[in-house]
Each structure stands twice: as C-alpha cells, then as structure tokens.
C-alpha cells in the first residue's frame, strides 16, 4: 500500500492517470471522425466525464504534496467516475436491450457550460442511443467503459484513503 501511496505522492499516478484521459479522448474522436461512429448524448456524457477527470489529474499532480487536498482530488476523481460508472451502464443497458430509456440529442446543459456549442467537434451529440463499436477481442466501447471506470472509482477511494492514513502520519 505504501508504494501505491507513493506512485500518487510523486505525480506518476496523476501524469498516468491524465495521459489516460487524453488517449480515451483520442480513441473517441477516431472511432468518430476515421470510423464514422458518431456520438450519441451518453457518449458526450463520457467525453466531458473524461475531461473533468482529467482536470483533477493536473490538480492532483499539483496538490500532490498537501494530503488532505490530494485526497480531495481523489475524491472528486471517485465522484466523477461514479457517475460515468452510472452512464457506462446505460450505454451497456441501451446496447443490450435490458435498459429502454430517453437518449435524445438534449446535453442538459446549462447555458453557462455550453461545451456542445463551444468546442462541438468534440462535444456535440450526433445520434442516438443504440449500440457502442467494438475495441476489441469483442469487447464493446461500454464494456471497456465500465470496466474501466469501476477499477478508477476502486483506486481513487484507496488512494484518498492513504493520503489522509499515510500522509497524515508523514505531515
């Protein structure tokens, strides 16, 4: 547990962890503009996820060395992935047909974040809800999704858990 506290404590975790971020959104934007798989609103819903986790990453890697703030970005980082856990679920459930919802081309958005207007190569949804493309070895983008944004939930606690047990003791 200690070596895990210290990958966070000396910024790899955090580099690692917005590397990620931006690679995710690169896989996005080449399924959309190589493949021509278009966005759908829970698939924006995961791109402005991925950014905020990605802001907490160069926030966290900043903060590092005061403990208790380094354990709020992981929280917030925690918090993020909780609820991109929730829209992974409804992208799987859409998929495989056991989760009927509303998917229409409406962000919810406040006008003050209006990121489908601002930067709408990245943020605009483009169709509906219906099924995520293939990665590989058969597993969809949902099933990769899910996967990984429990395993970033399951970290991230830990890790703002060592930072407050560790890290208290360190300070």
Request: proline share 3%; aromatic share 10%; hydrophobic share 55%.
């Amino acid at each position: 547990m200690h070596k895990l506290f210290q990958l966070s404590k000396n910024g790899n975790y955090w580099l690692m962890l917005a590397g990620l971020c931006i690679l995710m959104e690169m896989v996005a934007l080449l399924y959309q503009y190589v493949l021509d798989e278009p966005p759908c609103v829970v698939c924006i819903h995961v791109r402005i996820g991925i950014l905020a986790v990605f802001l907490l990453a160069i926030a966290g890697l900043m903060l590092r060395n005061f403990n208790s703030l380094a354990a709020i970005m992981h929280l917030g980082v925690a918090a993020v992935s909780a609820v991109m856990l929730e829209r992974a679920w409804e992208l799987l459930g859409t998929e495989r047909g056991f989760i009927i919802g509303s998917c229409d081309f409406n962000l919810g958005l406040p006008d003050w974040l209006a990121l489908d207007r601002w930067l709408p190569a990245l943020f605009e949804v483009q169709t509906t809800c219906g099924y995520t493309p293939v990665l590989f070895f058969g597993i969809t983008m949902a099933e990769a999704l899910l996967f990984l944004f429990a395993v970033l939930l399951l970290s991230s606690v830990l890790l703002a858990g060592l930072h407050l047990k560790i890290g208290g003791r360190e300070g």
